[in-house]
């Protein structure tokens, strides 16, 4: 059974700094693309960052410079670390995997909606002002 865990969210004050985690179990992704995806009340999914096998890596505009994804293959593990922090990042944030070494257009266009192979249910950021 594939299984993708978030941990990491939270409740900050704007400007602070959380670390999302991913850990899969039931197979490994490290050679796939993945990414993280975030939801805010009332408005729909977007891409925020995807990490391709090969580690290149792409950013959506709202969170470039503040952001960073990452992924520990030794851990099974994707990071996304987040600074800079604002109000406007409140969401549930998911990570998924597409199986597939490369991303295609999400590398291109981050903040659309995409379908992935595999979802985790989500942990929540709340940010403060």
């Known amino acids: 059974q594939v299984q993708l865990v978030e941990s990491g969210g939270g409740s900050v004050q704007a400007g602070g700094s959380l670390r999302l985690s991913c850990t899969s179990s039931?197979?490994?992704?490290?050679?796939?693309?993945m990414g993280w995806f975030r939801q805010a009340p009332g408005k729909e999914r977007e891409g925020v960052a995807f990490?391709?096998?090969?580690?290149?890596?792409a950013y959506a505009d709202s969170v470039k410079g503040r952001f960073t994804i990452s992924k520990d293959n030794t851990k099974n593990t994707l990071y996304l670390q987040m600074n800079s922090l604002k109000p406007e990042d409140t969401a549930m944030y998911y990570c998924?995997?597409?199986?597939?070494?490369?991303?295609?257009?999400?590398?291109?266009?981050?903040?659309?909606?995409?379908?992935?192979?595999?979802w985790g249910k989500g942990t929540l950021v709340t940010i403060s002002s």
């Open positions: 998924a995997v597409r199986v597939s070494r490369l991303c295609g257009y999400s590398m291109v266009e981050v903040s659309r909606d995409y379908d992935m192979d595999y």
């Open positions: 039931g197979s490994t992704y490290n050679n796939y693309c």
């Open positions: 990490i391709e096998g090969a580690g290149v890596k």
